[in-house]
């Protein structure tokens, strides 16, 4: 058992904010001790982008996070961009390329991202503690001692950077919601974000077994609008046009699905009528052939055009173009992204991401109740709010 050893901050968590946080602040001559429970560092980094790390987008703005105070994240955002990471990439010598929307992946191996940001702890002269377990965290004076697996220790300044509850066999806790609940700080419910969603009974088994299927579509809900492909799975429906509106879902309002965007469906159908063909036949030049055959299928509508006055054409394409899917759920933590909700972020400062009534103490990345779109918004959260918190220690 170690002695308590002393340190002007202790970073808890060693995934992409705090390793941030904790290079950044040892650079600036902070002695600073970062804690990590699981064996394998930055695990959530590698996983990411299949495995080559979506690590920013260059379009990240306050516009594309979600949180119960939006305007928060303006001030970390705009004091650390896309661009000033994108240096440190480039300054580390990683290839990247942009994808598509602005999504920066690394040409190779995650992995890089990972020892880029501890060869920035390396530089900053960070103590390591790994693996460690935390027990408890208290404040003594005007510094906190954190009780842990390897001995405690003290800093005149805590950073909880724990994450959110995604993916708990990489070693999601939570662990830093406790911390805050026990320093008075309220928290916003968590809930899985980024995830696919689940079919309800009767869907699933008109549409399950399209597994696989692959659809270009908008998908709007509660002010959430989104364009991109839109997945089939034996579960319900995945794809990146369901992952983004998912954060928007409240769990009981339907998904409007637009199946042909950018078409007018009630002209093009009225122009076919004349072809004597049948509706799924039609659907299928656009739309995949089995999805086709089987949503006119589910809607009673695997019948020739002919047979349709214009008045129910003009019904068959508003339901094209605004199909109810109300799910019945996500399919949880393990195959959610980020978290949404966590630390309210009206109890913190966007100067420093420290409590307000409680000095020294901080909250950065997904721990925080700040959450991007899929793309890279969420690791750009992670660098900026990092950032910050480490130029105020």
């Known amino acids: 058992m170690r002695s308590r050893e002393s340190f002007d901050a202790i970073v808890v968590g060693a995934g992409a904010a705090g390793m941030m946080c904790a290079g950044v602040a040892g650079q600036r001559g902070r002695r600073v001790l970062l804690i990590e429970h699981h064996p394998a560092i930055g695990e959530k980094i590698r996983i990411s982008g299949g495995g080559r790390c979506n690590f920013t987008n260059i379009h990240a703005g306050p516009a594309n996070y979600l949180s119960q105070n939006p305007d928060f994240c303006r001030s970390p955002l705009a004091r650390y961009t896309p661009r000033d990471f994108l240096a440190l990439v480039e300054r580390h010598a990683i290839a990247w390329h942009e994808k598509k929307l602005g999504q920066l992946f690394c040409d190779g191996s995650s992995r890089q991202i990972v020892d880029m940001l501890k060869a920035e702890c390396e530089r900053g002269r960070v103590t390591w503690w790994h693996p460690c377990a935390v027990a408890g965290v208290v404040r003594e004076g005007d510094a906190f001692t954190v009780t842990t697996s390897r001995g405690p220790a003290r800093g005149r300044s805590l950073v909880v950077a724990t994450g959110g509850l995604t993916v708990p066999k990489i070693g999601a806790t939570p662990l830093g919601y406790r911390i805050a609940e026990q320093f008075g700080l309220p928290v916003v419910a968590p809930r899985p974000a980024l995830v696919p969603l689940a079919f309800p009974p009767d869907l699933l088994s008109r549409f399950g077994d399209l597994s696989g299927l692959s659809v270009d579509a908008e998908v709007a809900c509660n002010g959430g609008r989104f364009r991109e492909n839109l997945l089939f799975t034996h579960r319900g429906l995945s794809g990146p046009a369901i992952l983004q509106v998912s954060s928007y879902w409240d769990g009981r309002l339907p998904l409007s699905i637009d199946l042909l965007p950018g078409r007018d469906v009630h002209a093009w159908l ?110 750009q959260w992670a660098w900026a709010s990092a950032h910050a918190a480490a130029r105020a220690l």
């Open 270 to 379: 009225a122009g076919e009528r004349a072809s004597h063909a049948r509706l799924d036949n039609v659907l299928a030049r656009t739309l995949p052939r089995r999805f086709a055959h089987a949503w006119c299928e589910a809607n009673d509508l695997a019948r020739p055009l002919r047979e349709f006055c214009d008045e129910r054409l003009a019904e068959i394409a508003r339901t094209l173009s605004r199909w109810e899917v109300r799910p019945s759920g996500t399919l949880g933590w393990n195959k959610a992204e980020v978290t949404l909700g966590g630390v309210d972020t009206r109890a913190l400062s966007s100067q420093s991401m420290a409590a307000r009534d409680v000095a020294g103490l901080h909250f950065v990345g997904e721990v925080v109740d700040v959450t991007g779109w899929l793309g890279g918004y969420n690791f």
